[in-house]
């Protein structure tokens, strides 16, 4: 059943940069240790990565610069060949497939997003998008057609002709993301897509793409040092310290159960209502009878519903997607999320 | 005390100071020798009256020293042997060099990780490694020990012209011979098989070229070329007799058809502007009347730039593919930098012979290296992430390469092929004395004639060729398709069908002309051809501005120009000459030792160390006499220049554009206006040398001057520094290291203008080569003396170089 569902599957793996990475590795007996790799001149990009990504998932790896983020992406897109370790990709070994096989593999069901976008400068925006579509030998006017498509998809209808550095940043973006889509990939890699691009845009895009992917319905691995970024975007989320996976949960729990010290470092600044769901805070219906009027969904962010909440002196009931009663939120428990411990104290005295 | 203080803060300086002592000191002590080292058949004479001793042993050595006298080994690097008539057969050499090959070995050996692995990783520096050990036990050691212990006795190293040009013989006459049939004695012959296969690549060019030409200005006997190429006769043959055929009498294409092509080309290419450069560019060969030769020189260039280009291409793609060739290639490339061209004529007049294929082969070998050079930058600027990028799509190898590499880095490859354009007609005057046609060689004429305004006119019709063809290339490779219009045949092909339209107007009205210059007492069709001597020539004007200079200004420049050589250049070519040889490599060493450690002064001393040894010691001393005359002048006044242009944008605009065009202008024209004010002498050489190599000073400075980033100066602004002190304390330091590698590119041009200077007439290295050229050429000294040469380039390059790039990573650019 898993192995049915799984898209993407990593199994142990490694990534270690450096002239005699595989022997130091052999040697290592999978017990890696970054410094003493770095003593004998190796860096370790991913240091045993193991996780599977199911249809439809969007999974977001997240990390501090250097972490190995993107050397992970390169890893599964197989840009560079992994050191050790096995990847599937709907069930077939990756890491054992031909040139063909790969290049037939990318040709037909990957497409990537890079950080700056790597549009090829001597096209136009029609002729980027057509690229990976001639490239696999369609005919000119067929994959024009297909370009037109996914241009007005994008919504840069009108731009067709212009070349990319004619475009602002979030339109040189939409071309890299219209032409990642051109081939209807069905896994998608997007390597610190936004970045590059200011707050504003930045958000918008990642409007964009919620949309596109509400459309699409594609298997994401989408890579970002953002942390809101990944909190909107996020399915689960990865962890990555030194190329080794810290942690992989939803973004619930991530927040709330951080399993390692890292983790909660990094978690720790993190608004807790704009990870948790209501579903997170309430309590079972108990004996009491006087509930509010307001109803809430147990998927709801807890930011989006804090102030209707609060307002309300009795207790909220909390819905299902059937709208059946599964629990109550207390506004007590609400300004313990908003304000944390010691705010709990001063409202019950 | 301060003083000390002053100076161990700053140990470079000291360290200056200290080499300058030194060298100051060993200028003085050559005493006894003075007179004899101003060149060296004296001091070898004097040894073999008996005279002086060549060489003395350590303690009179000793001796010698403290009595303010250099020994005769350290004043004169004597003809050396590099092996020692008494441990000669004693395989003590050899057994050094494997010693000093082995010690290398081990280390590298010893320091690598995975030891089971090193051979096949290292296989390329345990080649060279080794190289380097023979050559140093071999060559070097012996070298040194003879230097300081030996006799003079005939060098080793001065019979190298000679088994060079001993194997190049062999290489054409005798290596690997097949028999060919040879219709004149009816029988079969040996030719060598490297002969056959020259003599292929040479038919080959000049087929090319003849087939572009003979459709130019030619007509119908292209056939002909076309069948000589292959055998002498059935060509002429074939033509007697068909000569009443009509197609026999098939003309070439007239001048109005080209032009009206030329006009269509540029519109449909990029639009009104570039129609009305080519349009006008080609009136003005036509008119006057340098048609003819501008068609020849084009033909020639129309093979010779495209060859380059798919060579460079083809080489740029090869090492940015492997490491192994880019490692073999990139010395290569930096001694073919600065080469000096005639010196590549020797070698090509062995090997093909005289004539535009000649020419063509010499064209091409100068012109591959920028593209290869600017190919690999480019494709090594293509960001990752778009060749990510390319390999996501789906791309294989050859896809990657040719729809993703090197579209990409077109930028720097076009730019290449401005710089193969520019060089194909800068050879075109310098090809010419090889046997190559057209505008250059009319030039070469003109300027044994002193016909300045001639030259002048030519010159303009090299620049305008070279411009026209520039733009023309840059606007092909920068076209874009449409893929929106849904177009008629007529409209999508309007372009094409104009063009016919046009070919058979233009076609009617040449042969209207027939009739319309009928009456004409001469009878020439002007719509056809205009001969050269029939054009309207501005000639006049430019001699009679000539003249007026030589006859006012003649008697002042006199007195200057006497003055300039009592009082500077004689005195300072004189003291180069007296520089004894230690000191020279004190000098060198020690200045390449506080920029670049030890390591560049090995560099520097081995550059230098391959010239002593050569005969031509002497000449090179002169050689950088004036280099470092010209360099000094040129760099004074072209960093002045720029800094005041770069005040004003239209300023800055004009001096790029002047820039550009003093670039691609014939150098040899600079030559005879210099000449007939100041006569043969080295001042001519020199202005002639000032006039080519101010260029890149004045480019790089006005380009590093604008390149200051735009914060540093408010910031300059707002702490309250006055225009002077933000020029001095801000802009200058910081456009500093751009302006040194202008610096490196006026050595590299005055280098090349001194050795065309031995046209003039000049008793340096470029002398030799010339002389190697007109009597026929012994390739060995043809391609020791361009060694010379390129190795004095290369050591200023490299300290330049390095100084640059330490000093860009201390400021933090780039
Ligand atoms: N080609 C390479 N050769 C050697 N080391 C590399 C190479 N590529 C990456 N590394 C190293 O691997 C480590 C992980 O790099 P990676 O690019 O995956 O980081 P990242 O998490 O994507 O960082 P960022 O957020 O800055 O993009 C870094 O220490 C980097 O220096
Ligand atoms: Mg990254």
Redesign the interface.
């Known amino acids: 059943m898993s192995d049915q569902q799984s898209v993407i599957k990593c199994d142990s793996v490694y990534k270690i940069f450096g002239?005699?990475a595989e022997?130091m590795l052999q040697n290592a007996n999978g017990k890696v240790v970054a410094e003493e790799f770095q003593k004998?001149?190796c860096v370790v990009g991913v240091n045993n990565a193991s996780f599977e990504v199911n249809k439809g998932e969007m999974l977001v790896v997240m990390g501090l610069s250097g972490s190995g983020k993107s050397t992970l992406l390169?890893c599964i897109?197989r840009?560079t060949d992994a050191t050790a370790g096995n990847i599937y990709i709907e069930g077939e070994d990756l890491t054992s497939m031909s040139?063909k096989e790969l290049?037939?593999l990318?040709?037909n069901k990957?497409?990537?997003v890079?950080?700056?976008?790597?549009?090829?400068?001597?096209?136009?925006v029609?002729e980027n998008i057509a690229?990976?579509l001639q490239?696999?030998g369609n005919s000119t006017k067929d994959s024009?057609q297909r370009a037109k498509d996914m241009v007005d998809l994008v919504g840069l209808t009108g731009r067709?002709?212009y070349f990319p550095r004619q475009l602002s940043g979030g339109q040189q973006q939409r071309v890299g993301i219209a032409?990642?889509l051109a081939?209807e990939p069905d896994i998608w890699?997007l390597d610190e897509p936004f970045s590059a691009l200011d707050p504003l845009i930045r958000k918008e895009m990642q409007d964009e793409f919620l949309r596109l992917q509400g459309v699409l319905n594609k298997t994401i691995l989408f890579v970002t040092h953002d942390f809101d970024e990944a909190l909107r975007l996020a399915d689960r989320i990865a962890i990555m310290k030194d190329g080794i996976i810290e942690q992989l949960d939803t973004p619930a729990n991530i927040v709330l159960n951080p399993a390692t010290e890292y983790v909660r470092k990094f978690t720790e600044d993190v608004p807790r209502e704009k990870v948790l769901k209501i579903k997170s805070v309430m309590e079972p219906v108990g004996d009491e009878k006087d509930f509010s009027d307001l109803r809430v969904s147990e998927d709801a962010i807890i930011e989006t519903v804090a102030e209707a909440v609060l307002a309300d002196p009795k207790s909220v009931p909390v819905l299902n997607a059937n709208d059946d009663i599964v629990g109550v939120v207390h506004s007590s428990k609400v300004i313990h999320v908003l304000f944390g411990e010691n705010s709990t104290l001063e409202s019950n005295a | 005390m301060s003083f000390i203080n002053y100076l161990s803060e700053r140990p470079k300086l000291t360290q200056l100071g200290i080499v300058l002592i030194v060298f100051f000191i060993l200028m003085s002590m050559t005493g006894l020798y003075h007179d004899l080292i101003v060149e060296r058949h004296l001091f070898a004479k004097s040894v073999v009256k008996g005279e002086i001793q060549s060489s003395v042993g350590f303690a009179e050595s000793m001796s010698m020293i403290l009595n303010w006298q250099l020994p005769p080994q350290l004043v004169r690097i004597p003809e050396l042997t590099f092996y020692h008539p008494v441990i000669n057969t004693s395989a003590t050499y050899v057994l050094i060099a494997l010693l000093v090959t082995a010690g290398l070995l081990y280390k590298s050996f010893a320091e690598s990780?995975?030891k089971s692995?090193w051979l096949r990783?290292n296989w390329f520096q345990i080649i060279s490694k080794g190289f380097v050990g023979i050559i140093v036990g071999l060559l070097f050691i012996p070298t040194l020990y003879n230097w300081f212990f030996g006799e003079v006795t005939r060098s080793t190293f001065w019979e190298i012209p000679m088994m060079l040009q001993d194997f190049s013989q062999y290489l054409i006459f005798e290596f690997w011979q097949t028999p060919v049939y040879d219709p004149e004695i009816e029988d079969y012959e040996d030719y060598g098989r490297v002969r056959l296969f020259t003599r292929a690549i040479g038919a080959t060019l000049l087929f090319l070229i003849n087939l572009v030409r003979e459709l130019l200005i030619g007509g119908f006997e292209t056939v002909v070329s076309l069948a000589n190429v292959f055998s002498d006769q059935s060509g002429w043959d074939w033509l007697n007799e068909n000569k009443d055929k009509w197609y026999s009498s098939v003309p070439a294409i007239p001048w109005t058809v080209l032009t009206a092509g030329a006009f269509i080309l540029g519109y449909k290419l990029q639009g009104v502007g570039l129609s009305i450069l080519a349009g006008f560019g080609c009136i003005y060969l036509a008119v006057f009347g340098q048609w003819e030769p501008a068609m020849q020189t084009l033909s020639f260039v129309l093979v010779a730039a495209p060859v380059s280009v798919l060579f460079g291409v083809i080489w740029g793609v090869l090492a940015y593919k492997s490491r192994t060739v880019e490692r073999v290639i990139t010395p290569l490339l930096l001694v073919a930098q600065t080469f000096p061209h005639f010196a590549y004529l020797v070698p090509i007049i062995v090997f093909f012979g005289i004539g535009d294929h000649a020419g063509a082969v010499a064209t091409i070998i100068f012109a591959t290296p920028p593209m290869i050079r600017l190919t690999l930058l480019g494709l090594k600027r293509v960001?990752p992430?778009?060749l990510?990028?390319?390999?996501?799509?789906?791309?294989?190898n050859y896809?990657l390469m040719f729809?993703?590499l090197i579209?990409?880095a077109?930028r720097d490859i076009l730019i290449g092929v401005n710089q193969v354009i520019m060089q194909c007609l800068a050879m075109a005057v310098i090809a010419s004395f090889i046997g190559a046609m057209g505008l250059g060689f009319n030039l070469l004429l003109a300027l044994n004639q002193l016909r300045v305004g001639q030259a002048l006119e030519l010159g303009v019709c090299i620049v305008l060729i070279a411009v026209v063809l520039d733009k023309l290339s840059l606007a092909w490779a920068n076209k874009?398709t449409?893929?929106?219009a849904d177009l008629s045949f007529v409209e999508r092909n309007k372009t094409a069908l104009l063009f016919v339209a046009v070919f058979f107007a233009a076609l009617l009205f040449a042969w209207f002309g027939n009739w319309m210059f009928a009456d004409t007492a001469k009878g020439i069709n002007y719509f056809y051809l205009i001969p050269h001597n029939k054009g309207i020539t501005t000639e006049p004007f430019w001699q009679a501005g000539v003249d007026y200079m030589v006859s006012n200004w003649r008697a002042d420049i006199k007195i200057f120009n006497k003055w300039l050589l009592v009082e500077v250049l004689m005195p300072m070519k004189a003291s180069y000459l007296a520089m004894p040889a230690i000191a020279t490599f004190v000098l060198t060493m020690g200045v390449g030792y506080i920029i670049g450690g030890i390591r560049s002064a090995i560099v520097v001393g081995s550059f230098m160390l391959f010239i002593a040894l050569t005969p031509w010691w002497e000449r090179a001393l002169i050689t950088m006499y004036m280099l470092t005359f010209a360099v000094i002048v040129s760099v004074f006044i072209g960093t002045i220049v720029g800094a005041i242009c770069v005040q004003n944008k239209r300023a800055t605009k004009f001096i790029l554009l002047v820039c550009d065009t003093f670039q691609t202008f014939p150098s040899f024209i600079y030559l005879i206006p210099v000449i007939m004010l100041f006569g043969v002498t080295d001042t001519s050489v020199l202005i002639a040398v000032i006039v080519y190599a101010v260029i890149p000073p004045t480019r790089y400075t006005v380009e590093g001057l604008r390149n200051v980033p735009e914060s540093l100066l408010d910031a300059a602004d707002m702490s309250g520094a006055t225009k002077l002190q933000r020029m001095f304390k801000i802009e200058f330091p910081l456009a500093f290291p751009h302006i040194m590698l202008g610096v490196n590119q006026c050595v590299v041009f005055a280098l090349f203008m001194v050795i065309i200077g031995a046209f003039i007439g000049t008793e340096d290295l470029g002398q030799e080569i010339m002389q190697q050229l007109f009597s026929g050429g012994n390739i060995g000294s043809g391609l020791m003396l361009g060694f010379c040469v390129a190795f004095i380039g290369l050591a200023v390059d490299h300290l330049i170089q390095t100084w640059a790039t330490k000093r860009r990573k201390l400021l933090g650019i780039d």
């Open positions: 002239k005699n022997k004998a001149g390169r897109s840009l040139d290049i037939e990318r040709r990957m497409g990537m890079f950080q700056s976008f790597a549009l090829l400068p001597h096209k136009t029609l690229f990976p490239v696999k024009i067709e002709n032409r990642s081939v890699f | 990780v995975n692995q990783v960001s992430e778009v990510d990028a390319g390999r996501m799509s789906g791309c294989h896809q729809k993703v579209p990409t077109r874009q449409d893929y929106f």
